[in-house]
């Protein structure tokens, strides 16, 4: 996928109104493989929702969606799980791992629908994230922190042409909030993808090609 393109899209709920103020909603905005970009948000803007626009989960806005300039609201469940294998991955505000299994079985699960990555380059993740010691710990067991990270491994196995990231450091400090930024750069350069980031204040260390003020 080379684009997607939001053309005066609007949360359902945001559609009477008269006062919003916003670079994305009711606009035209597109988003381009290969490029950065930031989406500064207040609380109850839209942020998380928006996410889950791009990814097909909800469609309760106004306006038009369009991936490489088809409509996603024609998509079908089969297309929709093509976009999801092949082309868009996300790491959720929420995170959306499973508490009661490890972070590596967490991780696994997803390696094992791809077959993206090898063993050794995920326990790198592991090692270079500083959670080689919670490996085999239950995800409710380890701090929120430590989640975003295992979540990062996870939505990194698979391809991708965009890079979804729901306030992905709001938990974490300077030093491992840089260590993220870096795989991630690395990693999508090597996709030649486009990260699509989303902060309610703090937000990756990256050289954006555009921010965007919800």
């Given amino acids: 996928m080379k684009e997607i393109r939001l053309s005066n899209v609007v949360p359902e709920i945001f559609a009477e109104r008269d006062d919003l103020r916003s670079g994305v909603w009711c606009g035209d905005v597109c988003f ?8 500064e948000a207040a609380s109850g803007t839209g942020k998380s929702s928006l996410c889950s626009y791009l990814y097909g989960q909800r469609g309760d806005y106004r306006g038009s969606i369009l991936f490489d ?3 996603i609201s024609k998509f079908n469940t089969e297309e929709w ?3 999801r294998r092949d082309s868009i991955a996300i790491l959720f505000q929420d995170l959306r791992l499973f508490g009661e299994l490890t972070a590596i079985e967490n991780v696994e699960i997803k390696n094992r629908m791809t077959h993206c990555r090898t063993h050794a380059e995920i326990e790198t993740w592991f090692e270079e994230l500083g959670i080689t010691d919670k490996r085999d710990v239950r995800i409710d067991r380890m701090s929120y922190g430590q989640q975003q990270r295992v979540a990062l491994i996870r939505a990194l196995c698979q391809p991708f042409d965009f890079l979804l990231l729901d306030e992905p450091i709001s938990h974490l400090d300077d030093q491992n909030s840089d260590i993220m930024r870096d795989i991630i750069l690395r990693e999508v350069a090597k996709n030649g993808a486009a990260v699509i980031a989303t902060s309610i204040g703090k937000s990756m260390n990256i050289n954006y090609d555009k921010r965007l003020k919800l």
């Fill in 32 to 39: 381009e493989r290969g490029k950065s970009y930031l989406i």
């Fill in 69 to 71: 300039g088809v409509d």
């Fill in 81 to 83: 799980c093509r976009v």
